[in-house]
């Protein structure tokens, strides 16, 4: 074993049913460096730091933590050997104070000491330069102040290492300047850290080292001077696939869908669309590019009538729909339809079947009994068309694989001959045959003259397949670019903040 | 009237309910909603009978057998607990189903052996061993002088001191020592907890032996601390339910469990004092009732239509928000003039309309501005009325207070009252 | 070392848990019957003249009947995952509502009587209900909890009436109701029969229309039914001819099984061809797809709980004015609470809430029956409990499978 490595894994796999989060992960930290974990959602981040703090127990290969080969089964076994998380939604009690929760991490004995614990943790937190009031309820503090507390929950632990799990997306600037100085101390006293982040200033500014992922599996690992930006994302977005997307224009001019500066703030206070104006065209594939969670899901929902916006405006048709719910766009005629992300847990009931998920569009019409007349022929029509491949169309939805679930999904949306069709991520994690239908089944669409939004991770369809690119960072527009003139890595630099200098 | 045997009889009741109420803290505070304290009551009530009739025959030692029946009621009441931890954490069923069914196992129990045993009896000297030769109380020396209060509170049943003693550990318990910190933690967030290094199902699992050994001292104190020498049918007489009622009320602190099961003996025992008659001539009027009812629906529809789209009301109750510094202690004082006029003015008919009249000015007025008080208001001066006019309605009061106070701490954002946030979902780790 | 996670499960798995769900359930029973002293032979002896008990069935219809009821109203709450257990209170409001009209129209035509008791006691328990659904829509109160709590409100108000207000005499005690009030009586063999024949030809037509047969159309030459669903219905055929030789003639018990009928009927058809019965499904499988649906979740919860209280309500007015003829605080005799776990045994299917409905009414009348040979009444809540727990148990091992642990590369 290499005495410099503090931790290193081998070889490490794991899966969920079908999908592999990690493939045969090789991946090394050294004492007192900063490493930078980087890739995009779905590439394995998430699943290899729970594997590392014990929360995820991985189906095969080996992980050494100071020299010794290590098994974690609970989380409290990594903690005790010196394995911190710092987790992006923070395990925090709400109802607590902040001493509270630090002792939560740190006592040792029966009874609480609390004029010792207050004395310690303030001593602590003078060691690392960390501000904050001991006595604040958790629900007062601002997402910064949290964080500090966290920090400190996980410092009065003596930690070795210590991951930040995107410990910037809920900052401001001048907490991110704070918290880089804490992590500069946290490093000097001789601690490891593993920084997860979508930003590509901030990597470079902090880091010592940058490990990629893609797809589950580690692409490469270099020291952050030896690289640049534009390196970084071409291991990122990998190597241009062919599609043979063959694409179709159109014509029309009239436009559908607009947004102006619609702002929205999620439950937890966060503002996750930021002045956020855009128009769609009749027959136009309107593409968002962005890293998952930066409003995307959000920007759907609002536009479905499922979710409230507190400023700015939407119009169908010129009509302002700002204020409508699902009910009342159904009511009012508006042809709209939404394939979203989550396709169990959204867009259809994962144990009913078929006909029924169907009928899910069109129950609502007028009179008291149900009437599966359009739902059953439609039914037909889309297991014709789209090859969908199932036992029996009266067998749970969910007994089917993700590829027949999607196309069921979309091809009831489309049934209704929709004005507006959005679409998020519906090519995720089907094989090749089922994507090139669903790409060629929004062409048709498009010619039909039908608006799309179309939202997606991969860069090589987004750039194909869409009219106009829309890049989303952090819930703000960075920009509306022609694809044409563009490449992937302009892309990928938007989507990791980076504004583009030239012109669209 | 409200005097010494009013209060001293009043613990006595709230003894059982401090016993079922504190043991099911316990259990909610690790967030596992246990409907079974019913049950638990009853057989550990079963089995302290039959342990101190056991110890008693064999060895004629009443203080021997007192013990003994406690500690097998004890041990009866954790076993039945554990059935219900290993069903709901192990086998992660519904907690609702699980523990009604617990209760109507544990009363089938507590019947079922209670009767088969129909032949045996007590000595009365057991009984004497918590309350004492006198039998009114086993006094605490000096304390006991003290008037009024003495007699009440440090004349009392062993049981009593018991529950004190067990009220001051479990405050201790809950704020001063690690693991009540956290379980504090695993019954708001287990996920959070998991990911500190606490072992979220041990804790579970030991909080609801502690919630069951501490229910059971209930049962045996029916059956032992009472007067109670032969099984009675029942013998918990729904007391269960009711400290279910109670831990919401005593906003999960072992001290409102204390002032709460007081409060709550003292209800349950108010329908013996003697009421005002003449005061009951408001009832009669069936005008008032129903304006008052009137005004109660009122609030909801006005509730509804002002928090939905925007309409005139909405626009209205803006206008209102924006006074409401002086607005607030101008409609209280409107409300209690009304109300004072109504009650007090019941000899005179004008005073009453008047008085009803103002009250309902101040209503209408409130419901715009804060629905959920007028709601409130009405619905308390309502009950009021009701127990004015017959007392036998104070036997709700336990319940319906319950009702009010849990709708009004659901629908209030403060953090420090509201119940344990994960209270009745089972908790499982590899959730993805 | 083991862990635990989800999973699907076939339908030979199911079978073979709740197979060994009944076996468990069965060795308990004997268990307990040694537990009390008796040899092996006494107990096989014991479980024999459970089955003589079991002819008592004018005691096992009038336990069933309502239960079932009771169940069948708390089945669609639950299937929209409101936690009603108020089943209590709301009978009870039911038969106050029904006995409240029976004593204003002492006297007055039996129909007409009747009818108006039958409304109202479907309104009283309705908006008894309804108060709990608001309290949850708009309050986010725990509806365990409130419903628990208004099943004790409703309970010290009828102890209020009998002491008061409707108090007759030197005892405290509610004068029966009248004739006039009183539903009628027919023979239960005639009853049962048209009872099962009525299952049977609405179990037959629901199964044609689902599976789109047409009886007499030249196309289909082979038998329609399935192995299952033909099993079922010559099981109900079966039964009826049964009743016809087993029941004595003479034996009568009131109509309220036709209340039964109807309820039954009328509840599957509003949970599984209504669009608000579909509503119900979505929302109670997933919220999210109900909202994305465009379905109002709390307005469906008003109705729902509107609706389950009035079929609870119903439970009672069969109560007071088939079964008890007289109103008392202690009307529900437990079947709100029973009515609860039927309701979740039965894992919320209509048909298997009947069936398993009048399986515990035999279950209870026969342990009451064998009561003279020393094994008490409570036995059935320990039996009911323990089968539970059972139950319950086997549910976990149908979601969930253990595996082992890691295995290095």
């Not at chain 1, 969920?16 to 045969?24: E, L, R, Y």
């Not at chain 1, 995720?428 to 608006?451: A, E, P, W």
């Not at chain 2, 016993?19 to 009551?41: A, D, P, Q, R, V």
């Not at chain 2, 544990?106 to 007590?122: C, E, H, Q, V, Y």
Request: net charge positive; glycine share 8%; with cysteine.
């Amino acid at each position: 074993m290499n005495n410099n490595n503090l931790l290193s894994m081998h070889n490490v796999t794991k899966t969920f049913g079908d999908v592999i989060a990690c493939n045969k992960i090789n991946f090394e930290v050294r004492t007192g460096e900063i490493h930078a974990v980087l890739g995009e959602n779905g590439a394995g981040k998430s699943s290899l730091m729970n594997i590392i703090s014990g929360i995820y127990i991985p189906d095969s290969g080996k992980m050494f933590f100071e020299g010794n080969q290590v098994k974690f089964q609970f989380p409290k076994d990594s903690i005790k050997l010196g394995i911190s998380m710092i987790h992006q939604h923070f395990k925090l009690i709400e109802t607590m104070d902040v001493l509270d929760n630090l002792l939560l991490g740190r006592s040792s004995t029966f009874f609480l000491n609390r004029q010792r614990a207050v004395s310690f943790f303030k001593k602590k937190a003078a060691e690392y330069k960390i501000n904050i009031d001991l006595d604040k309820n958790i629900s007062d503090l601002s997402m910064g102040e949290k964080q500090l507390v966290e920090i400190l929950k996980v410092l009065s632990m003596d930690p070795k290492l210590i991951i930040f799990d995107e410990p910037t997306t809920v900052l401001t600037p001048q907490e991110i300047e704070n918290l880089f100085v804490v992590m500069r101390n946290l490093k000097s006293m001789g601690i490891s850290i593993i920084f997860i982040s979508h930003k590509m200033n901030e990597v470079l500014e902090i880091t010592d080292r940058i490990t990629i992922l893609r797809k589950g599996k580690s692409i490469v690992t270099k020291d952050t001077i030896a690289v640049n930006t534009a390196q970084i994302c071409e291991y990122m977005v990998g190597q241009p696939i062919d599609l043979h997307i063959k694409k179709v224009t159109t014509d029309f001019t009239k436009t559908i869908l607009e947004l102006k500066g619609v702002g929205c703030v999620n439950e937890e206070g966060t503002k996750v669309l930021d002045d956020v104006s855009f128009s769609l065209r009749k027959g136009e594939i309107l593409g968002i590019a962005g890293i998952n969670g930066h409003g995307q899901k959000e920007l759907c929902e609002v536009i479905a009538g499922i979710r409230h916006i507190q400023d700015g405006a939407i119009f169908f048709h010129h009509k302002d729909i700002t204020k409508f719910s699902v009910k009342e766009i159904l009511r009012e005629g508006i042809q709209m339809s939404f394939v979203p992300e989550d396709r169990l847990g959204m867009g259809l009931v994962p144990h009913m079947n078929v006909v029924d998920n169907v009928l899910l569009k069109d129950y609502y019409k007028k009179g008291i009994f149900l009437d599966y007349s359009w739902s059953e022929e439609c039914t037909k029509e889309i297991v014709e068309e789209l090859d969908v491949q199932t036992s029996s169309v009266y067998a749970p939805i969910s007994l089917m694989s993700g590829g027949n679930i999607q196309k069921v999904l979309i091809g009831r949306e489309i049934k209704t001959n929709p004005e507006l069709l959005i679409t998020a991520y519906p090519v995720r994690g089907l094989d090749i045959n089922t994507t090139l239908k669903i790409y060629s089944l929004l062409q048709s669409q498009k010619q039909k003259g039908v608006g799309i939004i179309y939202i997606a991770e991969d860069l090589d369809s987004l750039l194909e397949l869409s009219d106009r690119l829309l890049v989303l960072h952090h819930g703000k527009v960075m920009g509306i670019y022609d694809p044409s003139k563009i490449t992937k890595e302009d892309v990928g630099l938007m989507m990791v903040g980076r504004k583009l200098v030239k012109n669209a | 009237m409200l005097n010494q045997s009013f209060f001293i009889q009043a613990i006595w009741i709230s003894i059982p309910l401090l016993f079922g109420c504190l043991g099911t803290i316990y259990s909610e505070k690790s967030g596992m909603l246990n409907l079974g304290t019913e049950g638990i009551m009853m057989t550990s009530a079963v089995f302290s009978f039959l342990g101190a009739y056991g110890v008693y025959e064999a060895s004629n030692n009443v203080v021997l057998a007192a013990i003994v029946g406690v500690i097998c009621g004890m041990i009866a009441g954790v076993l039945l607990n554990m059935i219900y931890a290993v069903i709901t954490i192990v086998f992660k069923a519904n907690q609702t189903v699980t523990g009604l069914t617990l209760a109507t196992l544990g009363i089938g129990i507590g019947n079922f052996i209670g009767k088969a045993n129909n032949d045996k009896t007590l000595p009365i000297s057991i009984s004497e061993v918590f309350r004492g030769h006198a039998a009114s109380g086993i006094s605490i020396p000096v304390l006991s002088k003290i008037p009024f209060i003495g007699s009440v509170l440090f004349t009392q049943n062993l049981f009593f001191y018991i529950a004190i003693i067990l009220v001051i550990l479990s405050w201790i318990y809950f704020t001063k020592t690690r693991p009540g910190l956290y379980v504090k933690a695993v019954g708001d967030n287990p996920g959070s907890a998991e990911s500190m290094s606490i072992n979220v199902n041990k804790y579970k699992f030991i909080h609801l032996i502690i919630a069951g050994a501490i229910i059971s001292l209930a049962g045996s104190f029916f059956m032992l601390g009472y007067n109670n020498t032969k099984w009675l049918e029942n013998v918990s007489n729904g007391y269960g339910w009711i400290a279910i009622a109670l831990v919401i009320f005593s906003s999960w602190k072992p001290g409102g469990a204390l002032l709460g099961s007081v409060f709550f003996g003292a209800l349950l025992l108010s329908f013996t004092l003697k009421s005002n008659p003449a005061l009951a001539v408001i009832f009669s009027k069936t005008y008032i009732v129903l304006i008052i009812l009137v005004i109660i629906s009122l609030c909801f529809i006005i509730y509804f239509k002002s928090n939905n789209k925007s309409n005139w009301l909405t626009d209205i109750k803006d206008k209102l928000a924006g006074q409401q510094k002086i607005l607030r202690p101008l409609l209280l004082a409107f409300t209690a003039i009304g109300i004072g006029l109504l009650i007090f003015g019941y000899k005179i008919n004008t005073l009453m309309i008047i008085g009803i009249i103002i009250y309902s000015v101040a209503m209408v007025a409130f419901c715009l501005y804060k629905p959920m008080y007028a709601l409130a208001i009405s619905v308390i001066l309502f009950y009021v009325i009701l127990c004015i006019a017959n007392k036998d309605y104070l036997k709700m009061a336990p319940y319906v207070s319950t009702v009010l106070v849990l709708s009004f701490i659901s629908a209030r954002k403060k953090a420090s009252n509201r119940p344990p946030q994960s209270l009745g979902i089972p908790y499982f780790r590899e959730e993805r | 070392m083991p862990r635990i996670i989800k999973k699907e499960s076939t339908k030979k798995q199911k079978a073979i848990t709740y197979v060994t769900g009944i076996g468990a359930s069965v060795l308990f029973i004997i268990i307990l019957i040694l537990c009390l002293g008796k040899g092996l032979g006494e107990t096989f002896e014991i479980l024999g003249d459970m089955f003589v008990g079991m002819k008592m069935f004018r005691n096992v219809l009038n336990l069933a009947v309502p239960l079932t009821i009771a169940a069948l109203g708390l089945a669609v709450c639950y299937k929209m995952k409101f936690y009603n257990i108020g089943g209590e209170g709301q009978i009870i409001a039911g038969a106050v509502a029904a006995c409240a009209v029976a004593r204003v129209m002492e006297g007055k035509n039996q129909f007409l009587t009747l009818a108006i008791m039958f409304i109202c006691a479907l309104i009283a328990g309705g908006i008894f209900s309804l108060i709990t659904g608001l309290l949850k829509v708009y309050f986010n109160a725990n509806e365990v909890i409130i419903t628990l709590m208004f099943n004790y409100i409703a309970l010290v108000f009828a102890e209020l009436l009998q002491s008061t207000y409707w108090r007759e005499g030197a005892f405290v005690s509610v004068r029966s109701l009248t004739d006039n009030a009183r539903l009628s009586n027919l023979p239960i063999s005639l009853m049962l029969i048209i009872f099962l024949i009525e299952m049977l030809i609405y179990n037959i037509i629901k199964y044609l229309r689902a599976k789109k047969i047409k009886l007499f159309s030249r196309e289909h030459k082979k038998f329609p039914f399935d192995v299952k669903h033909t099993v079922t219905f010559s099981l109900l055929i079966v039964l009826s001819i049964l009743c016809l030789i087993v029941i004595p003639n003479k034996l009568e018990a009131s109509v309220a099984l036709f209340f039964l009928l109807v309820v039954y009927i009328v509840v599957d058809i509003f949970l599984t061809q209504t669009k608000k019965g579909f509503e119900i499904a979505v929302i109670g499988e997933s919220t999210n797809t109900a909202i994305y649906s465009g379905m109002s979740v709390g307005k469906t919860t008003i109705i729902v709980t509107f609706v389950s209280g009035a079929i609870l309500g119903l439970a009672g007015f069969i109560k007071l004015a088939g079964i008890n003829y007289q109103f008392s605080p202690s009307i529900t005799s437990g079947i709100g609470f029973t009515a609860v776990i039927i309701a979740w045994l039965a894992n919320l299917k209509n048909g298997r809430i009947v069936v398993i409905g009048f399986m515990y009414a035999f279950l209870y009348q026969g342990i009451k029956f064998v009561e003279t040979s020393g094994v008490n009444t409570s036995a059935a809540d320990i039996i009911l409990g323990m089968i539970l727990f059972v139950a319950l148990t086997c549910e976990f091992f149908n979601r969930y499978k253990i595996v082992g642990g890691t295995k290095d590369a």
